[in-house]
C-alpha cells in the first residue's frame, strides 16, 4: 500500500539546481535510505517533505491520516520549554493524556501535596479511561534508552547531542507510520545506535531515512534511493546490494561516454569542416552535436575526489603519555594512562557518550593540561585536530578567501596550486567557492574544515566525530586517505564501519577515568565485550542460584501464619458471607413459584454455581484455619 508519493518535484537555490523532477513513492512498512553527495539536496528534500520548506514544483501526497514524525538533521524547539513539553507536544489524545500523567508525577516528586495527588490520581484515570498504558510503557522504555531522566530540565540547557536524542525520543514515542530521520546516529554512542537498529528493524513503520553509518543502512534499510545528476535512482536492497549496482551502473555510463567522447570528436571534425553556407541544412546535426558535446564532457560525479598532503617527516620520538589523570570536579575522566605512539599508528576512541573521548584528544593537542602526569611530543610531530565543534569563522566570508587566509598557494601532489584548483579538485564548484560559509549544507563546511586541516601538511591527525555530516563518498575517500597515511591517527567516532577499515586498536573509555587498549577493530571489541558480558551474567546467575540453595536450606521452617495468608483468611470471610446472603436470596426466587421456565433454568445454574464456590471457598478457610489456630 503505498503512503507517500513524490511526483515532479523541484528545488533550486538561485542558479543552484538541486534536484529537478524526481519522482518516487514509499509502501507501508518500507525502509528507505537517501543517499547523495553534500550539497545536492538531501535535507531539502527531508525538509519539504517534512513540511519545514516548500519546492518550486511538483506535488507531495500523504495517505489520509497518515501519523507523520520527522526527526531534522538539527532539530529546533522553544528554548524555555521543558524536556517533558518538548517531547510530549502533540495533539494525540494518547500523548496528552501520557504528558500530564508525567508532568504529575514529576508535581507530586516535588510537593507531595494533596492536591498534587489528586490531580495525579485524576491523570491516572484518564490513563486508565484511554487504556493509554502501552504508551507510557513504550515511553519509559525509549527515555531510559536515551539516558533523559530529569523531564523537567529546561530545553536552553541542554548539548547538541542532548538535544538530538529529545528530538529522537519525541519521534519514536508518538507510534508514527512514517519515520523522516535525517542523520538520526549523529550523537549517539554505539549501545543507542545499536538499539535504534534493532527498534526500526522489528517495527513495522515505513522509514524515508538520510545517514552516513553504512552498517545502519545495512542493518536497516530494504530500498537505497541515489540522487545523482538532479534525478532519483532506486535500489532494491540494501547498502551492499547498492554498492554492487552502482559500480555496474558506474561502468555502463563510462561506456556510454566513451562512445559519446568519440563520437563527438567525429563530429567535431565535421562541424569544423562544414561550410557556412550549408550550415541552415545541417540545424538538426549541430543541434544533436551540442546535446553530444554536453554528455562527453560532462564530469563524472565519481571523478577525482582524493586526499593528498606532503606530510612532515616524522622522527622516532613521537607522542609519549605518562601516566595522567583528569579530573572535573568531582568526575574522573582519566585515571592513571600512559601509551607510546608508534610511526604509522592509527587507533580508535570508543566509549559511551560523556566518558571523556574528547577530553583525551584536547589533552594529546595541548588544548587541556592534565592534573597529573606528563605528555611529550617529539618536535618534528606537526599535529592537525578535526574538533568535533567544526569550523568556526570570525566573520562569514566566502570560501575561497577563507582557503586564501590560510595558504595562497598549497603544495598538492608535488606540485604548489592556487587555492581556487586546490577546492575544484574536493567538489567545490567555482560558483560554490564564490558563495559565502554560511550558505554551505552541513557536510559541505565540514568537508572545508577538513581540507584547511590537511593544509598543515601534519603528520598526527586528531579526528572527533569526522563522519557527522559528511556524505558517503567523502567517507570513503577519506578512509582510503587515512590507511595510506604514514603518519599516526587517532580518532573518536561513533561510525563502526571506519572503525574497522581504518583502526588496529581501540582505546574504550570504561567509566569512572579507567581506560583500556584493546588490540583489534571495533567489532572484535563488540564481540568480545558482548561474549564477557553474557559469561558474567551466566557467573551471577549461577551465584544467586548457589546462594538461594544456601538460603532455603538454613532458613527455619515457621509455624507462623504470613501476611498474606492472614489476609486470604480474612477475605475469605467475608466472601463466603456474602455467598450465603445470595444463595438465600436465590432459593426465595426459585420457591416463589412465579418464574416463568427460562428464568427457572437461569436461577438454577446459578444456585448450583454459589453452592459449588462456598464449598470451595469453605475448604481452602478451613485449611488456614489450622495454620492460624497453630
Known sequence: MNILQVENLSKAYGEKVLFSNISFGINKGQKIALIARNGTGKTSLMNIIGGLDSADSGKITFRRDLRVAYLPQNPKFNEELSILDAIFHTDNEFMRALHDYEQSLEQV??????????????CTAQMDSLNAWQYETQAREILSQFAINDLSQIVKSLSGGQRKKVALASALIGEPELLLLDEP??????????????YLSNESLSILLVTHDRYFLDNVCDTILEMEHNSIYPFRGNYSYYLEKKVERDQMEEMSKEKALNLYRTELEWIRRMPKARGTKSKARVDAFDDLKEKALQRSDSSELKFAIESTRLGGNIVEINNIHKSFGDFKVIEDFSHVFKKGEKAGVVGLNGTGKSTLLNLIAGRMQPDRGKIIRGQTVVMSYY???????KEDKRVVDIVKDVAEEIRFEKRSISAT???YKFDFSYEVQNAYFSSLSGGEKRRLFLLLELIKNPNFILL??????????????LEEFLLDFEGCVLVVSHDRFLLDKVCDHVFVFEGNGKVKDFYGNYTTYYRHKIQEQKKKQRENKELKSVQKAVSDKEKPVSNKPTFKQLKEFETLEKEINALE??????????NSGELPLDKLQTYSLRYGEIETRIDEKTLRWMELSEIIQK
Open 464 to 477: 572527533d566525530e569526522p563522519t557527522n555530516d559528511l556524505d558517503i563518498h567523502t567517507l570513503q575517500v
Open 109 to 122: 516528586k516535588q510537593e507531595n501535596s494533596p492536591e498534587a495527588i489528586a490531580r495525579l490520581n485524576a
Open 185 to 198: 546516529t549523529n550523537h549517539l554512542d554505539f549501545e543507542m545506535i545499536e538499539w535504534l537498529e534493532n
Open 387 to 393: 574538533a568535533q565543534e567544526g569550523l568556526q569563522p
Open 421 to 423: 584548483q586546490f577546492l
Open 581 to 590: 446472603i445470595e444463595k438465600k436470596e436465590v432459593l426465595k426466587i426459585l
